[in-house]
């Protein structure tokens, strides 16, 4: 059985990395307005780099959902974990 | 039928009604489908445009039929160019009209062809081929497939909304009817929507028009008439369409994507896209910028920052010319792609000569917040002149103020004192009203929000607006004036 990934820590370091802040900590409740600079490129930007570093692929409705008004970490984290055990 | 007018209000009025004593979802469904037929059949003018229309709906489900058959981004790839071409050549862009050597008899130029919301349609039926290609839409049959297409408050000019979420209120059309105080807010909203598009637009295009003089050099206050009128028709005669199509689309049930966010408080061209139009922009970055964007963020990682200022460029640029065919729309299109491929750059330049804190504490500043909202206020107000005129009235407009401008300390001896001072005690309270505009914001929407909370005010509120309503549409009808036209209904 493979290990667990830790998918919050591994998108954490992707946030640091993307935005170039090493102080940034991820909370469920955090959504594009509380992470300073998360436009539309940087949001582009930092999918491909989950998908790089995760192995899955968004499509562009998950894309634009996850940019909502009503999404936040938390729901970023759960699609990935969804698309994590769908393989 | 147009939106603004007391027919539509009583056809909401009665769709309504009949929508609500309608016991069970599957009546509901049918009832809605009649209502928008009702709508569309005196927007169709003739039978040409109802085979050409029946043609494009008819054409369009079968390729999306294809692409959940199949699956093959070949198919979509064809689907979404073939209609794309169709698109251009229906709306007669010059340029291809010349190119594609068409026989005469089957030249579009020629005929009375005339499909409303052909866009709206064409942008409703990308997404969903794309999203079907991709394994995200949700399932679709003829029925569902026309009634959203073909949606009484959104076939006209938007907003643009998504099949998924258009599915989710289809399918919850059993549910109770909303409450009063939801009722009484939804029809506050179209009567805000119609003195928006009949009164407000209706005096802004009227400044306009006295102020644009054809063929005679406009004097500077003429000029500056010309540069604020036009982008103040444009914001009320649209958001009032939004208003009263998102309060009939609420009254049925439907919840619609808002198309306008305080638009004039943006600080640059990027901001201003996503408070102006919202459901075009948001479709614009979904299925033009982010897909090629991350096709080529992807392939040439180490460019992907000149890639984001080219496809930026690219996408407001198509925002733009999607508005009409003629070289002012053009030179809007390019003046938008211009200011957010600048925008994007200016932000880069500024983290890596700042950094972060610095840059943090720049970004917060109320200073540089005002003269950011001031300038993109007069970028954008100056690329509207363009969208209102064509590209060497906008010029001579804008030079004649220019040149009046430079030479005003020079020449102000000669104005008399009123005409100045008006102006600068107008521009030092809106300046005034900018720097404080969250403030200012926080109390209107204090207050909004108290009112919203007891019926008796709604109620007041409602019999208010229902009386300057009709005393609007009584001046109409003794002055005999058509209803007052939605501009976007023509793109």
Redesign the interface.
Known sequence: MPPLRDVRAELQEIFRQVFDDPTIVLRDDMTAADVEGWDSVTHIDLLIAVERAMGIKFATAEMSRLKGPDQNIGSFIRLIETKLQAG | MAVCSLGFLFFCGAAVIVFHLAPGKRLRQVILACTSALFLAPLVPNLRSWIWFAAVLVGTYLALMVVRARGRGAVVAAAATLVLLFYLYLKRYRLLAEIIPFPLAMDMRLHPVELVGLSYMIFKFIHML??QW????APFNLWTYLNYQLSFFTITAGPIQ?Y?DFLRYWEEMDLQPSDTRESLLLWIRILTGMIKVGVLGTYAETVFHSANRTHVVPTLSEALLCLYAYPVYLYFNFSGYTDIVLGAGGLLGFRLPENFNRPWLARNV?DFWDRWHISLT?WI???V???S??LA??KFPGG?RYW?YAL?FFALFVAGVWHGTTDGFIMFGVLNGLGAAVT?AY?DVL?AVLG?QR??VY?HSPTVRLVAIVLTLHYVCISQLFFATDVDRALAILGAAGSELLYLPSTLSSYSWQGPAIAIAIGTLLLAALWKSDVAGSIIERFVLWIGQRNGWLSAVLCLQCMFVAGMFFVDWAFQQEPPPVLYMAF
């Not at chain 2, 991709?134 to 839409?137: D, E, P, S, W, Y």
């Open positions: 794309v999203d991709q394994g995200q839409l998504r998924n990027l948001h970055r979904d299925y910028f982010m897909a964007y991350k963020a992807t992907a984001s930026l994007r932000g983290r972060r840059l943090h970004l």
